[in-house]
């Protein structure tokens, strides 16, 4: 395939270099001269790991047939010579920490005043990293207003997040993750499959704005990875604890903690042990004069989660709002710390008209452990409990699915479709025929 390659930075390089080494024809771009001067000499504008070697193999030896990569400052040349253009020039942060676009727009322009001048379908990837709907209201319309084309007919778009690492890039590139391409149509996504014929990874094709939200996602999560830890080595230090020791044994569990459980967007968390556990830990630190502002600020957070849904609510206009599930999660009759029974307190003290079903609670309010604390420690909620489905759908112009009970289903069938339906849980994956009133907390 043929392919060209702007920016020739981290990404820019590695990709340009190591396409060519699986035997694609490479054009690397880039507006700086002195970077196209190297790569032609077949030295690497970038130190990393390997990548000098492959550059000089694929520019300068016989041994990936020389030729393979160029590089050029001429932007036309480099679109008309190719047939898929990869975008991989930075995204810095301006001065108020928003991002810049400035290089993204100019270097769109530039391809797409190429795609003017050439006849044949071409296909843009933008890899470098980009808040959603960038590539829609950037890339896409400069390639448009300075080619005057039409994407999807005249040429295709795609986002192609990258995950390599400065320092292991090379390995990086060719075993990632997995292969994310987010695509304007079939055409665009397919010519890019093409081109990564040669990775053995797990390819998801999306829309264009979720591969460029999933980067920011990937990449918000380890630095919030690197901080906890680095949070958690903090406390270990002043306690006496070996952190290493601690976080080796934390990483053998790959079933909560290195895993997808936990990873869903939905309601905050409750129960008798997170809120509790943070609170020790981060009492703990403060103790000891360690400050721990990732640690602490999760509890914080979690009240927020719980305060947007009471904004929600009330600016729903509900006056009547029912709950399916007061637990913090089905199948559990343990109301401590439920953010449900937060968010019905917060309700009744607005003066909210509410009924609840929850089938775990009801049977614990007539036996079990429970039965006291729900009696005596919450009855201003107990009292607004019903042991019927049907009167909590009867009785509401608004209905919180509080958890995944099996009985929600039957709320969904059953409900008009002017009546609201607020999930908390993502009950359903298929939100296709869900209630007109549906909405989800974050979704
Ligand atoms: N560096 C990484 O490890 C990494 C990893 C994944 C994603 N990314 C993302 O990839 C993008 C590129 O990052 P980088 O570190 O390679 O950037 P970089 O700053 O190292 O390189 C960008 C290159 O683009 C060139 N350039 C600017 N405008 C151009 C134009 N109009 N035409 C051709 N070349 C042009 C610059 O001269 C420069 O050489 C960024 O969005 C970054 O966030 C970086």
Not at 69 to 95: F, H, K, M, Q
Not at 165 to 177: C, G, I, L, W
Not at 344 to 351: F, Y
Request: with cysteine.
């Amino acid at each position: 395939m043929k392919i060209s390659v702007f920016g020739l930075g981290y990404v820019g390089c590695v990709s340009a270099a190591c396409l060519a080494k699986v035997g694609h024809e490479v054009i690397g771009v880039d507006v700086n001269p002195t970077k196209v001067d190297l790569m032609n000499e077949g030295t690497s504008p970038i130190v990393e790991k390997d990548i000098g070697r492959i550059i000089f193999d694929v520019v300068k030896s016989d041994r990936y047939a020389p030729g393979k990569l160029v590089a050029t400052t001429d932007a036309e040349y480099a679109v008309r010579e190719s047939e898929i253009s990869l975008i991989c020039v930075g995204t810095p942060s301006n001065d108020n920490g928003s991002l810049k676009l400035d290089y993204v727009r100019r270097c769109a322009n530039n391809i797409g005043v190429g795609i003017a001048k050439k006849s044949g379908y071409h296909v843009v990837v933008a890899r470098s990293t980009m808040l959603p709907g960038s590539v829609e209201d950037v890339i896409l319309k400069e390639l448009e207003a300075a080619s005057g084309k039409q994407v999807g007919k005249d040429f295709g778009v795609a986002m192609n997040p990258e995950f390599l690492r400065e320092s292991t890039s090379v390995y990086d590139f060719f075993n990632p993750p997995m292969t994310v391409i987010g695509q304007y149509d079939e055409r665009s996504g397919n010519r890019l499959e093409e081109m990564y014929h040669f990775l053995d990874a797990p390819l998801e094709k999306t829309d264009i704005k979720t591969a460029e939200m999933m980067k920011y996602a990937c990449n918000c999560f380890h630095a919030a990875k690197v901080t906890f830890a680095n949070e958690i080595g903090s406390i270990c230090k002043s306690i006496g604890v070996d952190s290493h020791k601690v976080m080796d044994i934390f990483c053998m569990d790959d079933k909560l903690n290195l895993s997808s459980y936990y990873l869903k967007p939905g309601f905050a968390f409750g129960g008798s042990c997170l809120p509790k556990d943070l609170r020790a830990l981060n009492y703990k630190a403060k103790s000891k004069d360690v400050e721990v502002p990732l640690l602490t600020s999760i509890i914080a957070s979690n009240k927020v989660q719980i305060e947007r849904v009471t904004d929600n609510i009330v600016r729903s206009g509900a006056k009547k709002v029912g709950f399916v599930g007061l637990s913090f999660k089905a199948g559990t009759d343990d109301l401590r710390e439920s953010p449900l029974v937060i968010l019905v307190e917060a309700l009744i003290g607005k003066g909210f008209d509410i009924k609840i079903y929850d089938r775990n609670v009801s049977l614990a309010r007539l036996v079990g452990a429970n039965k006291d604390y729900i009696e005596k420690g919450i009855p201003h909620i107990s009292k607004l409990m019903t042991g019927e489905i049907q009167d909590v759908i009867q009785h509401s112009d608004l209905i919180v699915i509080g958890n995944k009970a099996e009985e929600v289903e039957e709320v969904l069938k059953s409900v008009p479709d002017d009546q609201k339906i607020y999930d908390l849980v993502r009950v359903s994956e298929c939100l296709d025929g869900l209630p007109q009133g549906y909405e989800g907390i974050c979704w």
